[in-house]
């Protein structure tokens, strides 16, 4: 079997798409541009290229684009500061902050300082708890993209059985509380679990969330399985620089049913995900239908 490629890049580029209509039509019958202010403290390579690429996708949809770049030794009363500052612009319904943070920073802390219908990251605690207890929310970018792919490919995913490699709360546990509120039966497999590959056999559904360079072998994946690949590593072969996920992807394209690739699968759609995420808190605080 060869799997089918879920082109996540396609997929990105339409939910964008729909988001510039809905932020069109927002300017032009209310007068309201939706806001995204994304912090960025210090001077992670990795970081500025994600805030550089945020800053973009949200000018390319037609909102309003607040970028604070915060010097790395930032105090944490100065940071609180301006997240509270934030919290009550009226012209930001989005707030981002980016982490990885300097370790002198309590990021939990931090995360929860921000106005819950604001987090369009929904990192915050209320967030969590209300995604966890099946209510209203605002739902993680990553695993969100992942979702939409899912239901595009699959419609109902109720019944299949999921199973998460990684659990941590901002891909793994966030992921498989959305499967489960899709009726999957839901495992979340981590660095402890026994006989991973007999795990992921299982799975109809196998979304891999590792951080370890294409940890998951064609051997571990159920035939006609979908593989959701959620893993970014930058890795050095035959002397160039290259970006692969977490899945060995030739082997498990080899026998999965449908994959996505990396780079071109999950990473464009957490992008989409922020962007649709900042439009639907823009019109919750102005008491406006939700997009669908
Ligand atoms: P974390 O490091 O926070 O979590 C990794 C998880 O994988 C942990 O739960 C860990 O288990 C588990 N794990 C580690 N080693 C093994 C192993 N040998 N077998 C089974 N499980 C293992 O990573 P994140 O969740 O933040 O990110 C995961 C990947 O996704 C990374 O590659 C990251 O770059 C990428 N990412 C991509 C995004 C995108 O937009 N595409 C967004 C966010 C992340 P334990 O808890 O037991 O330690």
């Given at each position: 079997m060869?799997?089918k490629v879920?082109d ?6 339409n ?6 209509g809905?932020v069109a039509k927002?300017k032009?019958d209310?007068?309201?541009?939706p ?11 990795a ?8 800053h973009?996708?949200?000018?390319e ?19 609180l500061?301006l997240i509270?500052r934030?919290n009550g612009?009226?012209?930001?319904h ?10 002198h920073?309590?990021s939990e ?13 929904g990192?915050h605690?209320?967030?969590?708890g209300l ?8 739902v993680?970018?990553?695993?969100l993209?992942?979702?939409?792919m899912l ?7 109720a019944?299949?059985?999921a199973v998460?490699?990684g659990r ?6 966030p ?6 509120g ?5 495992t979340?497999?981590?660095s402890?679990?026994?006989?991973l ?6 799975a ?7 951080g370890r360079p294409?940890m998951?072998?064609?051997d571990?994946?159920k ?9 970014i590593?930058?890795?050095e072969r035959?002397g ?20 996505t690739?990396v780079?071109g699968?999950?990473g464009?759609m957490?992008i989409?995900c922020?962007?649709a995420?900042?439009?639907?808190a ?5 008491g406006l239908?939700?997009p669908?």
């Amino acid at each position: 079997m060869v799997a089918k490629v879920i082109d996540g890049k396609a997929f990105a580029a339409n939910v964008r798409g729909q988001v510039a209509g809905h932020v069109a039509k927002l300017k032009a019958d209310k007068g309201i541009t939706p806001g995204l202010a994304v912090v960025l403290v210090g001077e992670d390579p990795a970081s500025k290229v994600y805030v550089k690429n945020k800053h973009a996708s949200t000018i390319e949809v037609g909102m309003e684009s607040f970028e604070h770049r915060l010097p790395a030794e930032t105090s944490e009363a100065d940071l609180l500061a301006l997240i509270h500052r934030l919290n009550g612009d009226p012209a930001v319904h989005g707030i981002l902050v980016q982490l990885p943070l300097p370790k002198h920073l309590d990021s939990e802390l931090i995360i929860n300082s921000i106005d819950p219908a604001k987090d369009v990251d929904g990192f915050h605690i209320s967030n969590v708890g209300l995604l966890g207890t099946g209510q209203k929310s605002m739902v993680p970018c990553t695993p969100l993209g992942c979702l939409m792919m899912l239901r595009d490919h699959h419609g109902s995913l109720a019944g299949m059985n999921a199973v998460v490699v990684g659990r941590s709360n901002i891909v793994g546990k966030p992921m498989a509380q959305l499967l489960l509120g899709d009726s999957c039966t839901v495992t979340i497999a981590h660095s402890r679990t026994k006989d991973l590959a007999e795990v992921c056999k299982r799975a109809d559904i196998l979304v891999a969330a590792v951080g370890r360079p294409e940890m998951i072998t064609g051997d571990m994946v159920k035939p006609g399985a979908t593989v959701i690949d959620v893993g970014i590593n930058r890795i050095e072969r035959d002397g160039k620089a290259k970006l692969v996920g977490d899945v060995h992807y030739d082997s498990a394209a080899a026998v999965a049913g449908a994959i996505t690739p990396v780079p071109g699968g999950v990473g464009p759609m957490t992008i989409a995900c922020l962007l649709a995420n900042t439009l639907t808190a823009c019109c919750r605080a102005n008491g406006l239908p939700e997009p669908k």
